[in-house]
């Protein structure tokens, strides 16, 4: 059998909406079964999806959705590249139907287009038993209404979804390597116990899951590590074999490169222990793991090794977290930097006045807000532009306002010479991850096939 080819067309919400375009046209170039993904959905972002789909049902889809498959949708159909995506966050049912609609709106023939729903614990278990699962990270959530319950999901649904004949997946919350791991169980038959193989497909999928990190885009760093033409940067395409033999490449003409350096950053990502990194489908063991350099812009990854999965599935609550009040003002010229800290004080003593018990984020930046005041190489000069920025998290709304108000009122009450002014208030959500029984999860897990 021949390589499956798989590429990668977006590693967050709100990547570059037009990188598919040049993966599209290689795949189209090649033989045998090609996929193309879109990983889109992080923790926040699928339970701001929630959020949306409580105030429309009809909403809770990606709200990228168009904006990727505007592009993608008619050269993907033309080019027999069928798409599996996370995009239909809360709500796969209304994703499929915005893109039947939008189909019709690029006047192109209806996609045969299946979900992947099961994911949504608040459908199979009660708030309190979601409650009792142990915590694995993340904060104490205790008291705090609960917005979403999500299971990470695995690669089978998605094989069962491809057996439909569908030309696009649309799943909600599972793991980011399901979308890679799913087409390869589909195309080559993968048993459920060849850990050796779903080893090397999950390592495939950890590798594309980011986009162009891989490629050289989160790798870049001028003048120690250069990646050329970074604003063409061309976004990742795996050749798998049917023994899980991977390459990593990318499409011809476009910038960045792969290197078994950028390969190596990309495949230590988010890994907490090398020798079992942890999904639903299967144990990685990444241990023994070689890169070698097959050619320009080409590395072969071996030795994946894999072990049973563990008994539980991950899953991720979200919940309500009070109030963000966040303002900035900026300062230049001479003895910018004295001004700019004095205003942080004022804000800081203003809130205090008005009996706030926590004390706000005040930083100043340009002069450490990221490392602290010597942070970094020297001290900041007392001359130049600087932007105060001051920032307080409020169970109310009202609390957070106070930050905005009091940083707007600097203009005419606060140090000489401050300027542009931005201020936000913004409800803020909290996340901790959980382990779930995976029996009432999996028996949940539906595929449905829908038409336009």
């Given at each position: 059998m021949v390589a499956v080819h798989i590429g990668c067309g977006a590693g967050f919400a709100g990547d570059r909406f037009d990188a598919s375009l040049p993966v599209i046209e290689a795949l189209s170039h090649h033989d045998g079964p090609r996929y193309l993904i879109f990983e889109v959905l992080a923790e926040r972002t699928l339970a701001l999806a929630q959020q949306v789909r409580q105030q429309d049902p009809g909403l809770g889809f990606s709200p990228f959705l168009e904006s990727y498959l505007r592009l993608a949708l008619g050269p993907a159909l033309a080019a027999g590249v069928r798409i599996v995506s996370n995009m239909g966050a809360a709500n796969p049912l209304g994703g499929a139907r915005r893109i039947h609609a939008l189909s019709?709106?690029?006047?192109?023939?209806?996609?045969?287009?299946?979900?992947?729903?099961?994911?949504?614990?608040?459908?199979?278990?009660?708030?309190?038993?979601?409650r009792a699962c142990p915590?694995?990270?993340?904060?104490?959530?205790?008291?705090?209404?609960?917005?979403?319950?999500?299971?990470?999901?695995?690669?089978?649904?998605?094989?069962?979804?491809?057996?439909?004949?569908?030309?696009?997946?649309?799943?909600?919350?599972?793991?980011?390597?399901?979308?890679?791991?799913?087409?390869?169980?589909?195309?080559?038959?993968?048993?459920?116990?060849?850990?050796?193989?779903?080893?090397?497909?999950?390592?495939?999928?950890?590798?594309?899951?980011?986009?162009?990190?891989?490629?050289?885009?989160?790798?870049?760093?001028?003048?120690?590590?250069?990646?050329?033409?970074?604003?063409?940067?061309?976004?990742?395409?795996?050749?798998i074999a049917p023994d899980g033999g991977c390459v990593i490449t990318k499409p011809p003409g476009t910038g960045g490169c792969v290197t078994p350096a950028t390969v190596t950053e990309q495949i230590l990502y988010e890994i907490h222990n090398p020798a079992a990194y942890l999904t639903a489908d299967v144990t990685l063991d990444l241990s023994e793991m070689r890169l070698n350099r097959e050619g320009p812009d080409r590395v072969q990854v071996c030795d994946a090794r894999g072990h049973a999965p563990p008994d539980t599935l991950k899953a991720t609550l979200c919940v309500e977290n009070g109030w963000l009040g966040e303002a900035e003002i900026s300062y230049a010229g001479p003895n910018a930097l004295a001004r700019a800290r004095l205003a942080g004080q004022v804000v800081a003593e203003r809130l205090a006045l008005q009996g706030v018990n926590q004390p706000p984020r005040v930083e100043v930046i340009g002069a450490g807000s990221v490392l602290?005041?010597?942070?970094?190489?020297?001290?900041?000069?007392?001359?130049?532009?600087?932007?105060?920025?001051?920032?307080?998290?409020?169970?109310?709304?009202?609390?957070?306002?106070?930050?905005?108000?009091?940083?707007?009122?600097?203009?005419?009450?606060?140090?000489?010479g401050g300027g542009g002014v931005r201020s936000h208030v913004t409800p803020q959500l909290a996340t901790a991850s959980i382990l779930v029984p995976r029996a009432p999860v999996e028996a949940a897990v539906t595929v449905t096939e829908v038409l336009p």
């Open positions: 019709a709106e690029l006047g192109l023939r209806p996609p045969r287009i299946a979900i992947v729903t099961g994911d949504d614990l608040s459908l199979t278990m009660t708030p309190a038993e979601i915590t694995m990270e993340g904060t104490d959530l205790a008291g705090r209404p609960l917005i979403a319950a999500n299971a990470y999901l695995g690669a089978r649904p998605v094989a069962r979804a491809l057996a439909t004949g569908a030309e696009i997946v649309l799943v909600g919350r599972s793991t980011d390597s399901a979308l890679v791991l799913g087409p390869l169980i589909h195309e080559f038959g993968w048993r459920e116990d060849a850990w050796d193989l779903l080893a090397a497909g999950i390592a495939a999928g950890h590798l594309l899951e980011c986009g162009a990190q891989v490629t050289g885009a989160y790798f870049a760093d001028p003048g120690f590590k250069d990646v050329p033409d970074l604003a063409r940067v061309g976004f990742p395409i795996a050749e602290g005041p010597g942070g970094g190489p020297g001290e900041a000069a007392p001359d130049g532009d600087y932007r105060t920025r001051v920032a307080m998290l409020s169970e109310s709304r009202a609390g957070a306002q106070r930050v905005a108000d009091e940083v707007l009122s600097l203009y005419c009450s606060g140090p000489a």
